[in-house]
């Protein structure tokens, strides 16, 4: 109700007010519109408490000249409110303080949010209340305190927020394909919004997705590249030192070790976000990647940390991935929405090599059933995966139709089953020589079409791509050992030489966005995508708002501008609201 | 008050009431058994062949238990004290209950050979006509007085009832997945059609006990080859859960049987327990974890008793045999332990399963379909009978 009658007053005060109207189309960066919102109604603040009591009621009944004071009352509110509760978001509390300048009415096209409330970006308690959807049981806390304080909001105002509440759970995957595209998943689709404000920057948990650990993988398997280097015989005449593997190993401890405790902590305070990586079919695939890294690490090993590893330690590391490998496979079998034929997308591979992963280990520690087992396990899943990719169904919808670099994910798993088998066997015989020729085959196949890997947009994803290429140098360099002469040897050597480059031109690209573009973290999307889709007059009111904007559009595709993309979103959003009324 | 019977198609069930014609009571029962085994016959579908599959699943797994072996585990040797006994009685009762049921399905093969057909254009039921073929090649492998040894009775019956059922089944079936407009795999394929994979590993397996090796291994790469793309047609799903009702979920069960088998067919080919067996012996063991961790998956279809509960068992017992062949081969206790273990669930499933079954067989036969599968015109017909049964006046 007040926010009706807000709307109300506001709609009467725009035509009678004294200042300056204001161009119909204005593009509105949010520190504009911040002093707008400033005086949004009260039941936004209480709301927003994150659990706690309202400390302050402040009627705000009909503001019909904002004034100072009023502004001034909502900051007090907010300032009491913020040092009460300490939020997790630190650096955001000192970004946006609201301005107390004199409140103004803004003649909007679409009133930016201003009926509900929620809309503005920048509001701090507006970002964490939307936030805490992604916190750790906070969307049940804010549920609780909707009930609580339900009669006195309008309907509006509950149902926005039961929804954004509620969007948090489980979607189904159908949403995940229909709000996402790109290789990745990682792009929303123009038509689609998102539930957290994108022009502002989130809380850095929120932004570190699971892909992360790709980097684990792709420096650990480093560290075992040039292990077997310095020790396979027919590498031996290079004379390469166990140093460089002392070295890459430690750094891969340590890369393991930071990049698993900033993830248990999102773990512990974002459970809700790291809920909606899960559901996601392609970052789903990467929670196999701690363990794949730990395998690597075990296998590794420098002589002079340990020469053998104890036994336990193979079983610790497989169970929490039996664990996990029967939850996905299964839900493969089971059909339902995440049946193999609508989800296989070529990360899935990073699912079937943990097996081969752990027989390799395995093996190499002196087991023999438990490898064996995992090799089944692996070898009969891969068969499947295998022909599903290579079908592209049409069924199928995350296949990128250009060539990406997560397709070298094809070449991992044969050459990691590759060695496996020699192991499990004892010697490089005719089934690791099958499997690592297949695997052979693939990289040339995708190395000669290297022209077709450019234009993407780089991702920290990627570092999970050079693995293959290093596993499939480890297997050459086995193969080599096996079947020794030139032509082998040159090509262990050129392998080796491969992806090492590789590596290193990522690492560079890392550091540049890292530190130069700040960049490495965006946004991620992905994952706070709404629980349905946005209604078609959102379509309707951006085609009447900017006709000549499909090059915009066509821009925010390309995600090229960041500017453009602002543009968007911030047009966006206020139309989305609107509808909702 | 005597029940009357209006017509010879009509099926008048006797209600319990004190007879006061006994002569004519006598009449009617005696055409009332006739119907009643028409009844029975229209509403006998392969399906049913699960029982005697589980039966004869059972009785092989028992031989097999009580046979000579090379373990020397005191787990096994103690499983040996079992009395020889039991087991015969265990062989008799699965060959009686195999008779009885392919005698009458023989006669519904002869008197309703319309509803043999619709079977046969089912997607489902078409795979349980292998059901016959493969209880008949277990009940002659597990047979206490057999032995491949007396061999041309052994062969001539492995012939009758290997190779030309399945060998034409196979021609007809595989034929039609990859020919056929509408009966390709894509559109057809549910987890019952492993049992045509099923088929041709049993008979592999008896293959290769009476020592014919080529055979032996014809059968198996058959049964392979097309596991194979069958294996991955399924977990592919292409149209979801929606080609299988839900009451025929237990048949889910299947994807653990089939490796099974051709892991035990590969040993009897191989000579012993190798790396290939015990490759498809794990994967047979993770899909059987992976499905006993879903539950839910199961819930619909154990509402209500159906005799596709019998699906359960076969695969169980598949499984422990071939838990109890690794034991053999990896010597050790954790082996041992796994076995111990899947024998015990299976002869735990297959006695609840009995006991179900004839707690429910008076209700079976007398009353409403129970069957999933059972098709319009024989639900149509129980709907009838179960109409007429009132009280009816004297003539």
Redesign the interface.
Known sequence: MDKRENHVSIELQESASAEPVPELLKLITSSEVVDFDSIMPESETSVSSNGHQRKFSISISMPSSPTGATSAGTKNVLDVEYNGKGFNDSSSVKASKPKPKGVQFLSQPMPKGSVFGEAAPNIKKLKDKRFNSFKTWSGKLERQLTNLRGRQQSESESEEESTQNSGREVLPVDRYFDALEGPELETLRASEEIVLPDDKTWPFLLRYPISSFGICLGVSSQAVMWKTLATATSTKFLHISLTVNLILWWISITLVAVVSSIYLTKVVLYFEAVRSEYYHPIRINFFFAPWIALLFLALGVPPSVATTLPVALWYVLMTPFLFLELKIYGQWMSGGQRRLSKVANPTNHLSVVGNFVGALLGASMGLKEGPIFFFAVGLAHYTVLFVTLYQRLPTNETLPKDLHPVFFLFVAAPSVASMAWANIQGSFDYGSRIAYFIALFLYFSLAVRVNFFRGFKFSLAWWAYTFPMTGAAIATMRYSSAVTNVLTQTLSVILSVVATLTVTALLVTTIVHAFVLRDLFPNDIAIAISDRKPKPQNKWFNLLRHGSSDHDIETFLKFTNSESKDIEVALKIPTAEATRV | MAAVVTSHAELQLVVDTPAVDSGGVAVDRIQCSSCLISTILTKLHAGYFRVSLSLGGQALLWKTLRGPTDDTHTLRQTLHLFHPTAFTVLWCFSFFALVLLSVLYLLRCLLHFKMVKEEFFHHVGVNYLFAPSISWLLLLQSAPFFTPENHYSYVVLWWVFSVLPIVVLDVKIYGQWFTKGKKFLSAVANPTSQLSVIGNLVGAQAAANMGWKESAIGFFSLGMVHY?VL??T?????S??DRLPSMLRPV?FL?FAAPSMASLAWQSIAGSFD?TS??????S???F???V??PT?FKRSMRRFSVAWWAYSFPLSMLALASMEYAEE?KGDI?HLIMLLLLAFSVLVSICLVVFTLLNSKIQLLSVCFDPISSFVSRAKCFTAHQNEQPSQTV
Request: with cysteine.
């Open positions: 194979l294996f991955v399924l977990y592919q799903r292409l979801g859960t889910f994807f790396t015990k490759l498809l012996f794990f994967l063991l993770f899909l974890m992976s499905l961790c879903r998956l990896v082996p």
